[in-house]
């Protein structure tokens, strides 16, 4: 044991880590208090040559390997037991070409870091809503935000990609080098190798018209049935999602979040029968910046909770799935759920065809979540039927294809429905280049015949 810590202390710029010593604890927590896991090792690259001395490294010592960017995986997937954990969260560097409008990003950034760097030149590309996530794992997943409606998913603005593959080559991908790769990463979820930057296209954003409405949970039915009707006219400008949760104060709400990226004025005028259809108990919808708009919901999503979800887009929202949705509405064992809740996918991220990233899901208008949270392990067991119960009602009306990004349990089926139509092409890209399943920590593509690498303790 002792010559291999060295070994990878002699081959890692970074900090390698180990159980009993200071920092492991801490480098190992994620932000689901549900994941208890212990790796052998944990590398903290500085950065390529780190990873490509992790990837070699792993390969001679037969380990199992996870990578973890920023640690949000709702299923844990960033950490291993026994193996090495291969921490990206050092790797912070970015440069924004203001010119070009382009970014290339280090994979240990975080959103709200990300769109900082990008919003000091007026610039800003699609990535999620809470700026504490990893902007790698989102991003390789599919990447739903503010922006999707109207510049795609953060992958449909991925042009160029850094990846180490399994056998420990660095990559670039692109529209031209080694395109195949190029389209298995967006959406293959960190599948085929460790990503250690990203080049997106950005756009001018801000400041935007955005914030969130509140109303009585008792009036769900009402609000749900006013803002799929608002959500179906929704220019690409506006994106939209809402659903059920308490308030700081106590107060069970049925709220719904927006954010106008086109003229405040416009975004104004537009959102306005939004927020006067009905008394709303409280209305936070106003004129701010983009950073500002995007940091609103992580007051909410503090790290140290247990967290289970569960998630799939609907058929439709029909006069029925809203009835079954209305009965769920205020009913969460925990103050800290959001359930049901569901986000309007529209625009531009609806056009891309299905094919032409890994990432599938193009055709639906709803996706549903059940998005639990809770203090204590004690009332887990509790939360988790309660969220379960929740989603089977709902399932009559939702298709089997999910999120991979919002989706705790997992499995194959759970896995080849995440992909959808594009499975079969992604497990002919797993042969080519990870034909061990050597990165197996992720919603797992398996190549066609698997030596599985062992967990070593
Ligand atoms: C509070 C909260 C809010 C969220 N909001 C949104 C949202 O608005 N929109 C949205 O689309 N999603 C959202 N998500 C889901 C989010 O996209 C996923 O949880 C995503 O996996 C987080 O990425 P991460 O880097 O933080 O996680 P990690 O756990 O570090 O990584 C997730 C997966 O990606 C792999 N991975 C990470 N980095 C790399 C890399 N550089 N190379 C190869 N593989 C890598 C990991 O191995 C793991 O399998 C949210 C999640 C949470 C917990």
Sequence with gaps: MHATVENLRKAVRGAVLWPGQDGYEAARTLPNAMIDRRPAFIARCTGT???IACVRFAREHDLLVSVRGGGHSVAGKSVCDGGLMIDLSAMKGIRVDP????????????????????????????????????????????????????????VDNVIAADVVTADGRLLTVSATENQ???WGVRGGSGNFGVVTSLEFRLHEVGPVFGGAVFYPAAKAKEVLHFWR???????????????????PDGVPVFGVAGCYCGPISEGE?????LRTFGPPLADAFAAMSYTQLQGMFEPFFPPGRQVYTKSNFLRNLSDEAIDVLVQYVGKSPSPYTFAPFLEHWHGAATRVPVAATAFPHRQYSWN???????????DSEKNKRWTRECWEAVRPFLVAG???NYVADEGEVIAREAYGPNYDRLVALKNK?????????????????????????
């Design 49 to 51: 040559a780190d990873v």
């Design 99 to 154: 010119v070009a409008r382009t970014v290339r990003a280090e994979t240990g950034l975080k959103l709200g870091e990300f769109d900082r760097e990008t919003q000091a030149f007026g610039l800003a590309t699609t990535q999620g809503v809470v700026p504490t996530v990893g902007m790698a794992g989102l991003t390789l997943g599919g990447g739903w935000g503010n922006l999707h409606a109207k510049y795609g998913l953060a």
């Design 180 to 182: 195949d790769l190029f």
């Design 229 to 247: 009707e608002f959500a179906v006219a929704s220019p690409d400008e506006l994106v939209t999602q809402g659903g059920s949760f308490t308030l």
């Design 269 to 273: 005028k537009l959102l306005k029968p």
């Design 368 to 378: 549903f979540l059940a998005w639990s949270m809770w203090l204590d392990a004690s």
């Design 402 to 404: 999910s999120y991979g």
């Design 433 to 457: 280049y990870d034909p061990t399943n050597f990165f197996r920590m992720n919603h797992n593509i398996k190549p066609s015949e698997v030596a599985q690498p062992v967990a070593v303790t």
